[in-house]
């Protein structure tokens, strides 16, 4: 039951990611899509966090935490492109 309920939702993301519908997710897909769970993540976090510091909060910081995510996410684009044909099927 609960392995179905995992394939249920991967597929239900999946489909959500496919913006063109043809059965395979682009760089730009598979990008936006682990942006918009990144950001959901990190919102989850700093609303269960205590008060952000000033260290958190200035703009360095943020744009170290922003080439980090782009770091993230070409590294799982990487690793899911397993032909490297620029999809993920």
């Not at 922003?66 to 770091?71: F, I, P, V, Y």
């Amino acid at each position: 039951v609960a392995a179905s309920k995992w394939r249920e939702t991967y597929r239900q993301l999946f489909q959500e990611a496919d913006k063109d519908n043809n059965g395979f997710l682009d760089i730009a897909e598979v990008k936006l899509l682990l942006r918009e769970r990144l950001k959901a993540l990190s919102t989850a976090k700093k609303n269960t966090a205590p008060e952000a510091t000033e260290a958190t909060e200035d703009a360095e910081a943020e744009a170290a935490a922003r080439r980090s995510e782009e770091e993230y996410i070409d590294h799982c684009i990487e690793q899911a492109d397993v032909n490297k044909d620029g999809k993920i099927d």
